[in-house]
Antibody, heavy 122, light 114 residues
């Protein structure tokens, strides 16, 4: 079974750094792109960016370029989303997602991780 | 970015009745070389991640009840639930995957029981 399992909820203060994770299993981790989607409280879905673990090729939504860093460690089949200095507006649920087909990221997303809730508050 | 606009923002439908959700893209998501519409639909229930319902605008994901159907082409798409069940209460999103610059979602449509 293809699965994405994310790290647990985080509570941070503004200005702190954070790295959340998403571990893929049940498929060849290096052959599929893996991405991140933000959902702010009570709001819709926003695609943040995506990485190809095979060669670390990374693409960002223009809205998130420079705001976050996406990385992956193929040795442990894990993708990461990190912030160097959190803001209160980063409070949201973050989902990792895998595009359906290997080799291409312009696809529907299935599966989705269970989500990681990030709360940033002083 | 391709902007996806759903209508209505919310709707209430009686059990057993038809529910229709629309999604309009700011530019065509039909790829002429393969004649496929790069459009998916998701269902999100409270406290859960979105669940894939439909891809290529009209192909139902395995295991999705056949009361769910997708239609449309180019810039105008529809998700139809033919006979609303209580378990269909959720927020529904469309998504375009045509643009390699940025994948975008509609703002969501909240479906409730009347």
């Amino acid at each position: 079974e293809v699965q994405l399992v994310q790290s647990g909820a985080e509570v941070k203060k503004p200005g702190e750094s954070l790295k959340i994770s998403c571990k893929g299993s049940g498929y060849s981790f290096t052959s599929y792109w893996i991405g991140w989607v933000r959902q702010m409280p009570g709001k819709g879905l926003e695609w943040m960016g995506i990485i190809y673990p095979g060669d670390s090729d990374t693409r960002y939504s223009p809205s998130f370029q420079g705001q976050v860093t996406i990385s992956a460690d193929k040795s442990i089949s894990t993708a990461y989303l990190q912030w160097s200095s959190l803001k209160a507006s980063d409070t949201a649920m973050y989902y990792c997602v895998r595009p359906y087909g290997s080799g291409s990221y312009y696809s529907w997303f299935d599966p989705w991780g269970q989500g990681t809730l990030v709360t940033v508050s002083s | 970015d391709i902007v996806m606009t759903q209508s209505p923002d919310s709707l209430a439908v009686s059990l057993g009745e038809r529910a229709t959700i629309n999604c309009k893209s700011s530019q065509s998501v039909l790829y002429s070389s393969n004649n496929k519409n790069y459009l998916a639909w998701y269902q999100q229930k409270p406290g859960q991640p979105p669940k894939l319902l439909i891809y290529w605008a009209s192909t139902r994901e395995s295991g999705v009840p056949d009361r769910f159907s997708g239609s449309g082409s180019g810039t105008d798409f529809t998700l139809t639930i033919s006979s609303l069940q209580a378990e269909d209460v959720a927020v529904y999103y469309c998504q375009q995957y045509y643009s390699t610059l940025s994948i975008t979602f509609g703002q969501g449509t909240r479906l409730e029981i009347k």
